[in-house]
Structures are given as structure tokens and as C-alpha cells.
């Protein structure tokens, strides 16, 4: 049986989904803070906090779980540099929490939801695995400093785990069941889409002179379900005896906040409201991944790589659910 951590949340819910379509047997636990009850479509499910170690106990007592994947983190970019406080204590703090209850009940193997944001400022693109990691902001420093904590578990104690390192996670599930949906959202499709609803009154561009073509940031994109397949495979290869690793999981393209609207706009049929603000601290100018080692050693090839592709998931679950889950009106 495998345990998602931050099941209820954007990333997690679609790898429940994949999961379940794989026939493999899911507990998700979720204080739902940030997630949403909807979008967990199937399995088993317990509602708590993965920080307090009587809800792990308790939860890995009365499920035999031989894997798990964890998705729970603060993770805006913004808030991480006012607040680095709240983010060192949910995102390491739990993670220690998470690994000791781990090894109290003897489960080897880990998934973990990191980010591109562990390598900051990037001196070459696209980025490698073996580049340095130099956060520019506290959120980027959390998760390095618990993938470091995932690398020293294994040699002390023989936990294995893989680090899966995001780019942008973007996009919907294909089908239309799940979206994307956060309060506050701050991920830049959905805030597209918000606004082409006229849910939001205009997008706010931060930063227009970065050492890019159009001075806008550029990052690469990649759909949410491909991320979620990209967990199933890592998962196969611990359980198949693989050893403690990190990849990137990206598709090798970057798109400007320009190139992101302009598609927006071709996709929802009417153009978009937008103005310029000024930059947002702790943001690169470029994050663009090379995810070849991922592709060879996991066999992962993403099925939805096309940035227009990604947008049109999701625009149709948006245009269908222009209140999100409903849950927080």
C-alpha cells in the first residue's frame, strides 16, 4: 500500500488518481489546509497533520504501507521570504517528524515532492542533477535542506528515497476530474485562466526586464500528470532495488510570462487584461530543466509536454469549474 502525504492537495490528487488507475492500493492523509476533500477520487483517506507523530503512528499502525509519497509543503515563493519561520517548520521540521515515524515503523522507501527552486540562480541551461544547489529563497532552501536529511537517513539508517525536483507543475487532469486550485493561488496558468474568466481583474506580470527576449522570467512547464506518473516510476525502481537519488522532471522548454498569456489567449478565444509589476524577491530570470536522467533510468516520457496542451487541461477545467472545488466561498 502506498501513503500520499498532501493527497488532498493540486500535485497529490492527480498521482491518487494515477495510482488507482495502476490498480495499487492508496491511503491519503491530508490535513486539507490547502487541499481539497473533491479531488481525492477514490481510496482510503484520514484527515490530520503528517507534522504530529501520534496521526503517523496511528496511521502507519492500521495500514500496511511499504511506500510513501509527500507532497505536503508550504511552497510560494513570496511568502517563504516574510515568513521563512512557517516554512522551516512544516517543510523540515515535519519532514523530520515524517522520517522518524518512518523508520519506527520500518518502511524503506520515500517519494518526495521537491523543487528546481533547490538550485537558484542557474549558471548553465538546461539544468542538470549535478549542478549546484543555491537557493535564492527560503522555500528552495527547506527542500534542499530536507533532501539533504533523505540522503544521510540512507546511510545511517538504510531509508531509501528518491527526489523528485519540479520545474512547473502546471495543467489538469485530462479527463477534467482535478485542478488546479489554491488560496491564494499564485502559480501563474491558473492566475491566467482566473483572469480570462474574469474571476481576478487583471494579471499582474512581475518583472519585465530579466536578460530574457522579452524580459519577462522564463521556466519550463510541465503537466501535473506527467509529474504523477513520473512518482509511480520512481516508486517501481526503489522497490526493484534502485538506490537514493534526485532527478529533475521538466521537458527541456521554457516559455516567457509573455509566450504563457499569449497561448492563454489563443486558447480562451479574447484577450487578457495585464499590467506590469515589479519583480517578486527570490524569483531566477530562467529555470529550465534537462530531465534525460529521468527518461533513461526511470523509462519516464511525458505525454502532455506541449505548452498549449497544458493550458487547454487546464482551461477545461477552469471554464468548468470557475469556482474550484467550491469548498472555500
Not at 518502511?107 to 523543487?115: D, G, K, N, T
Not at 528552495?140 to 530536507?146: L, Q, S
Amino acid at each position: 500500500m502506498i501513503c500520499v502525504i498532501g493527497g488532498a492537495g493540486y500535485i497529490g490528487s492527480h498521482c491518487v488518481k494515477r495510482l488507482l488507475e495502476r490498480d495499487h492500493k492508496v491511503v491519503t492523509l491530508d490535513n486539507l489546509e490547502a487541499g481539497h476533500r473533491a479531488a481525492i477520487v477514490g481510496g482510503e483517506f484520514v484527515q490530520g497533520d503528517y507534522t504530529d507523530r501520534q496521526t503517523l503512528d496511528t496511521l502507519f499502525t492500521s495500514y500496511p504501507i511499504e511506500c510513501v509519497m509527500h507532497f505536503a509543503a508550504y511552497a510560494s515563493v513570496a511568502e517563504s521570504m516574510t515568513d521563512p519561520a512557517k516554512f522551516y517548520r512544516l517543510n523540515v521540521v515535519g519532514g523530520y517528524t515524517l522520517l522518524e515515524a518512518m523508520r519506527a515503523h520500518r518502511i524503506p522507501y520515500l517519494i518526495f515532492s521537491s523543487s528546481a527552486a533547490t538550485y537558484g540562480e542557474p549558471r548553465q541551461i538546461p539544468i542538470p542533477e549535478d549542478h549546484p544547489q543555491q537557493p535564492t529563497n527560503a522555500y528552495g532552501e527547506t527542500k534542499r535542506a530536507f533532501e539533504q536529511m533523505l540522503r544521510w537517513y540512507d546511510v545511517a539508517f538504510g531509508l531509501r528515497s528518491v527526489s523528485l525536483r519540479y520545474f512547473n507543475a502546471a495543467g489538469a487532469d485530462p479527463e477534467g476530474q482535478l485542478g488546479e486550485d489554491h488560496h491564494p493561488e499564485t502559480h501563474l496558468i491558473p492566475l491566467v485562466l482566473l483572469t480570462a474568466l474574469g474571476k481576478r481583474p487583471v494579471l499582474k506580470i512581475f518583472g519585465t526586464d530579466y536578460d530574457t527576449p522579452d524580459g519577462t522570467a522564463i521556466r519550463d512547464y510541465i503537466h501535473v500528470t506527467d509529474l504523477a506518473d513520473a512518482h509511480i516510476l520512481a516508486a517501481e525502481s526503489l522497490k526493484g532495488g534502485a538506490p537514493t537519488t534526485a532527478y529533475n522532471l521538466g521537458n527541456g522548454l521554457g516559455y516567457s510570462v509573455r509566450e504563457v498569456v499569449r497561448t492563454a489567449e489563443e486558447v480562451v478565444g479574447h484577450p487578457i487584461p495585464q499590467e506590469e509589476a515589479p519583480r517578486r524577491a527570490g524569483d531566477p530570470a530562467r529555470l529550465v530543466a534537462s530531465a534525460d536522467r529521468a527518461k533513461r533510468e526511470l523509462g519516464w516520457q511525458p505525454q502532455y509536454a506541449d505548452l498549449r496542451t497544458i493550458i487547454e487541461t487546464a482551461w477545461r477545467w477552469h471554464s468548468t469549474h470557475p469556482d474550484g472545488y467550491g469548498d472555500r466561498l
